[in-house]
């Protein structure tokens, strides 16, 4: 079995099999508390799928916001520490794509997602590899709505039971995981000041 974890946008838990079946999931839209959601929900879903035995540990790095994504990342790599499995990165936009996919959306197409500050996460895919999951055209990028290139607009929440369904399908057919490092595409909102200030004015 594999668990899946997803914190790119909303927070997101499955544990799927190797082949690909989604057992047990959960999902909170809630963008803003990830880290008061990851971990209650982590039991939730392994209590759901009857504490299977866990071989490898999926999980999305991004593109997303910093605060959000590192926090489902930790709790990943955590869980595969303390379990002894696999650790398989994957981009969570693959996980939409797939999803589109699934439904009948044939690419070429682009994977957008809210970034704030006016702006747009955007994935382009444009074909399918060999374990028929889509393959993005390039990095992902971000920037304002004119920016996102002129193909169907794909949106929604990564659903972390596909998400863990292209890793399982990838590692099956012997294609390589995603790097760790996650896709935060810009600084965080927040900065650390590198001068001291006076007190005195």
């Known amino acids: 079995m594999l668990l899946a974890i997803?914190?790119?946008?909303?927070?997101?838990?499955?544990?799927?099999?190797?082949?690909?079946?989604?057992?047990?999931?959960?999902?909170?839209?809630?963008?803003?508390?990830?880290?008061?959601?990851?971990?209650?929900?982590?039991?939730?879903?392994?209590?759901?799928?009857?504490?299977?035995?866990?071989?490898?540990?999926?999980?999305?790095?991004?593109?997303?916001?910093?605060?959000?994504?590192?926090?489902?990342?930790?709790?990943?790599?955590?869980?595969?520490?303390?379990?002894?499995?696999?650790?398989?990165?994957?981009?969570?936009?693959?996980?939409?794509?797939?999803?589109a996919v699934r439904r009948g959306v044939a690419p070429a197409f682009v994977v957008v997602a809210d970034a704030k500050r006016r702006e747009r996460f955007a994935t382009v895919y444009r074909r399918l590899d060999e374990a028929g999951v889509p393959v993005r055209d390039g990095e992902p990028l971000v920037g304002p709505e004119e920016s996102i290139p002129a193909l169907p607009q794909v949106v929604g929440a990564v659903d972390a039971g596909l998400l863990g369904a292209v890793a399982a399908l990838r590692s099956a057919a012997g294609i390589a995981p995603e790097p760790q490092a996650a896709r935060y595409l810009r600084s965080p909102d927040v900065t650390i000041a590198t001068a001291r200030k006076s007190v005195l004015g």
């Open 6 to 99: 997803d914190t790119s946008g909303a927070t997101s838990a499955a544990v799927v099999t190797d082949e690909g079946a989604v057992v047990a999931a959960l999902l909170d839209e809630d963008v803003r508390a990830h880290a008061e959601h990851i971990g209650p929900m982590l039991e939730a879903v392994l209590d759901r799928a009857e504490r299977p035995d866990i071989t490898a540990v999926a999980y999305g790095v991004g593109p997303g916001p910093f605060t959000g994504l590192r926090v489902g990342m930790a709790a990943a790599r955590t869980a595969a520490l303390v379990l002894g499995a696999l650790e398989l990165p994957v981009l969570s936009h693959d996980a939409v794509a797939f999803a």
